[in-house]
């Protein structure tokens, strides 16, 4: 099989989070405490961070499919992040195959806030790369994200 694929995090699970997050907190009543809200605050962004680990999950199951990998993590470079009008992130991605035959490599490139902490998570399969050649491919946020974004090489394994 050759040609470019992008297996992304389950949106669903991302967007379930934001909507149980958004009605716990515009659930709130007269009668709720400073404390009640903050609390509900709080068990809303956990379950939110629950969800995007589940989705961040779902790019390593994809490791797990790839048997015989070797750990390419130094094999592979990321251009500069860029958001789109449409609020997702991309970056390009450039693989080189230091291997003496055609081979495949799978990719996870983890975003981060300016914070530094994680904001998503993608996995690409770049296929079909010629010995000794390089290939591109685009990684692409599964939402949407804001502010300073940076992208990092998680790991990369070629097979």
Known sequence: MTGNRTHRAPIT???IAALTALTTLTGCSGDDTPSSVASKAAS???RATEVFASATAAAGKKFDDVKNGVDVKDDVTLGTPRTG???RTTVEITVRNSAGSQKSFLVQVNFRNAD???ADAAA???SGVSAGGTQ???ARSNR???GTVKAEVARAVRY
């Open 44 to 46: 809303a962004a956990s």
């Open 85 to 87: 009008s449409d609020g």
């Open 144 to 146: 949407d994200l804001s």
């Open 13 to 15: 699970l991302v967007a």
């Open 124 to 126: 690409v399969t770049v």
């Open 116 to 118: 530094g902490d994680l």
């Open 136 to 138: 591109k491919a685009t």
